[in-house]
């Protein structure tokens, strides 16, 4: 058990005083966020809160272990600090996103550069300095920022020895539409439908997370009903996009049955989403104090037969893959992540569980309904395409049988509270297992009980790291795959 | 597994695309609404309940002036149907709201309660695009929802390809983009690029409220408010994100595949 010394305790969906979040002079607080890693603590989110010409820091650690999430904040500083980034990788984005947003030089970084911003050169990020390899037999591959299909804009760097990748770098920030700018003074007219489109396939997962920041500030939770509504929704979600990913997998090693069948089967999942409110993505069901749409008995017994058959569907699809050696030969030892290394830059969600890493909100830190009714944690070792895509099909079944039992068992009561004001200077935390990993925000308050400062933390903004180590000796014909098999959004990241 | 297996797997799913457009379209969701519908001579003297729900401004009331609904910037959220005392907005499930227009997204005005819905692309370019279109999509700043749905038109179900539609690796091979999201700052030369390099006769599709009007981001100082900012749009798809029956219809509308049909009677 561990026992911070230097940090606030509390739990996922809870907030606290800002004065209670115990202050640190700058190197102090630094040493201590490096006190609290090497304990085993892991970095969900580190940010600033401007304060007049200064800045204070401001990080969140999970004790996966210990259930418990631990905040710690700076004295106000102005223009630098030593860097966490020189003996803590995990760090590395974050700081990065600070000088970007605030100015605040993270000094020893080691590669200090925008995260989304557009440079002095104009509207391109990637028009920059690029980490470069040397010699005879060295080339560069540039891709994107606009892709061959219909994807998401960023650009990829690859420096490559014949077929091997020695190194990637990969620069986003195309999609940068200032998500957080717009928060300070909220919540306004547009921000839940803000949050619902923070990243648009993990809707569910977004605004659940913005919903539950607002009812702590309230001083409440949402009726038991709409949290297990939400947790319905989260799965479903997963279960879509899971199915999605297994079919994108297929069709990147050309294995067209399991490809064509998952396309449709994805949808079959959206549109059960769609059943329980309107929208394939989820927009509108979930809101502070609730949700919008109930489902009746009679609802319950269509989502529980379509849903019956979806799931028979995709099982169907995953052994024709599974089944094929040809498939699992193209996908093992193939962009492969050291547990190691998974732990170092903080990888979350399936790529850090098919590291064998045991990481999982829904179980580590349980909030909603998750309190009353658990999913096992489905972890794979491996680290390669092969472990992820395994770490995906055990969660389609778990998603599966979670649903199943919960559609039999519906509480009672109603959907919606109307909220209570939100406290003045209050800081609050959620965390959500949205389908990719940990969704984290992070609100403070002004004294009027406004937005000061509201932090996202889409878990693509850990994982993209991940996906440049995966692609170090690998060939880069198997970018694809390796791509597939992370699936990162680029808007989460981008905001 | 050997091939003959996956052969018979294939054999026994059979045919998973769907009879449209030469059957019936496939029923929304019953929760999903479908187009909006604005009856202004309902709206009460003065009224203005809907105009601060629309968390995207939508919708305008000025003085002496009968309610507007942009259904270019609208989300679908549908908080305005349910703001609404009298009935004046309200639900079609209607699918078909793609336009040619931008001022055809502008609800309110008697004789202008539904949304026009687009005419075909003049012989010329029919001719040409008819029966072979080739797109490039851009997606520039959205949440990544459109560019979902509109891969969905690929799968099986829907198999876009029967109609000649394809979604092509470079722009050189393209005869127009489909645009997805508000165009950020970031995107803006990228997108002026990509329309750059598509030869000419060329045509611009925006799909969603974001590459329409900005979207739930629009009045941002990192995005452009859609993508007509950038290039000329010569076909609307309203939706947050359009349902891929509605981002079909428009597709087929503008090719002048569908037959057209009198707007039924609201739901």
Known sequence: MSHPESFALLANGTSLPWTEVPEMAIADFVRATAAELDRGGRLCSWFGVPEGAAVRLVAVIAFDADNTLAVGRSLPVVGGYKALTATHSQAHLFEREVWEQHGLVPEGHPWLKPVRKNNSNGNAPAVGEFFRVDGREIHEVAVGPVHAGIIEPGHFRFQCAGEEVLHLEIALGYQHRGMEDALPGGPHRATMSQMETVSGDTTIGHATAYATVLETLAGTEAPLRAQWLRAIALELERLANHTGDIGALANDVAFLPTSSACGKIRGDFLNLTALVCGNRFGRGLVRPGGCRHDLDAERVARLTERLATALADVEQAANWFWDSASVRTRFENVGTVHASQAGEIGLVGPAARACGLVRDVRFDHPAGWHRFAQLPVAVWPGGDVFARARVRWLEIQRSGQFLKEQLAAPPEGGIRDELAPSAPDTLAVALVEGWRGEVCHVALTDATGHFRRYKITDPSFHNWTGLALALRGTAISDFPICNKSFNLSYCGFDL | ?267
């Not at chain 2, 026994?12 to 009879?19: H, I, P, S, V």
């Not at chain 2, 050189?172 to 995107?187: E, F, Q, S, W, Y």
Request: hydrophobic share 40%.
């Open chain 2, 1 to 267: 597994m050997f091939v003959l297996d996956s052969i018979s797997h294939r054999l026994k799913r059979g045919c998973e695309t769907m009879a449209y457009p030469k059957g019936p379209a496939p029923a929304l969701p019953d929760r999903h609404g479908g187009a909006l519908r604005v009856d202004a001579a309902k709206c009460a003297n003065g009224c203005q309940d809907c105009v601060p729900v629309c968390p995207t401004e939508a919708i305008t009331r000025s003085a002496g002036r009968p309610v507007a609904l942009d259904l270019g910037r609208c989300i679908f959220c549908a908080a305005c149907v349910d703001a609404c005392p009298s009935e004046a907005i309200t639900q079609t499930g209607d699918h078909r709201m793609a336009v040619r227009s931008r001022t055809d997204l502008i609800l309110g005005d008697s004789t202008k309660e539904q949304v026009r819905l687009a005419v075909a692309l003049d012989e010329k370019l029919r001719k040409l695009f008819g029966r072979s279109l080739r797109l490039r999509q851009v997606s520039a700043g959205g949440c990544n929802a459109c560019e979902a749905d509109t891969n969905v038109l690929g799968t099986i179900g829907w198999d876009l390809s029967r109609f000649g539609i394809q979604f092509v690796a470079s722009p050189r091979h393209a005869d127009g983009l489909l645009i997805t999201g508000p165009v950020t700052k970031n995107m803006e030369l990228a997108l002026k690029k990509t329309w750059d390099a598509v030869p000419e006769p060329k045509i611009v599709i925006a799909v969603g409220a974001c590459a329409i009007a900005g979207g739930p981001y629009v009045g941002h100082a990192q995005v452009n408010n859609g993508a007509e900012a950038v290039v000329p749009v010569d076909l609307y798809i309203p939706g947050c994100p359009p349902h891929p029956l509605t981002i079909l219809d428009g597709l087929l509308r503008l090719l002048g595949r569908l037959e057209e049909k009198a707007i039924p009677p609201k739901a």
